[in-house]
């Protein structure tokens, strides 16, 4: 079993909760949004949350996967996990502070949500504490609109999205957005279509400032950012009725999200070959796609 302080210990502990706490808040939004959403529109019964516990086969830890199906959002998920446990000869290698021992910690949220309809932008958001002999943050926000005529960093949700997650890092530094931006703006492309896969947000990894409860602020403030700004985009373009090539575009947009997620997500890499859990990891595939 690693060989751990329990400085660190008692610092992945306090992630873990907030990240569970965090869970349930965003659960509870999309539900109240699942309400909200007009009949004429969605007539389906609205969707609840399926909370499944899970154990972690390798070392120890687990998490809780929250899985959704409804008729505003057509799938989404929010997860969390917690693991202590050690790097593979491959992974150590490429992880700061792993080489000599590859024992780690980590803490982590991740959710996705694709709403069924193509006027309402789908989002990822995920946000992570990792300790090997070093300890760092990570994570994230992004929001990807599907139709073209949204697909501007000048749209009306681009820039609420954008100022909100500016908002956030600006209380701390404000070289961080502009950095952070730049970084997601970079992460989210599409090297074979040549193409960004949304309009983006903010990317940061290997957040060590040497504060701790600074970098454990911005943290949570990323988290509380996205839970503010998503739900105000829902509400905005939840009652716009849609056409049939809508949803075709929307289908089509949806491939470059699997093909990204499959491809190149680090997340989806790192969590195949640390021991995660595959029904969690791969709950960020759309529903239904095409490809033209």
Known sequence: MPNLTSEIEARRERAKAWFEALQQRICAELERLEDEAPETLYPETPGRFDLRPWTR???????????FSGRLFEKAGVHT???????SPEMAAAMPGAAEDPSYVSASISLIVHPRSPRVPAVHMNTRFLSTAVSWFGGGADLTPMLDEQRSQDADDAKLFHAAMQAACDAFDPEWYPKYKAWCDEYFFLPHRGE????GGIFYDRHD?????RDFAFTRAVGEAFLDVYPKIVRHRMDEP?????RGEQLVRRGRYVEFNLLYDRGTMFGLKAGGNIATILSSMPPLVAWP
């Open 57 to 67: 086969e390798t070392g120890s830890g687990g998490g809780i996967g929250g899985f």
């Open 196 to 199: 960004p896969r949304g309009i």
């Open 81 to 87: 996990s917690a693991a202590t446990a050690r790097f």
């Open 209 to 213: 400032t040497g504060d701790f409860e």
């Open 242 to 246: 849609w056409t049939e090539a809508d």
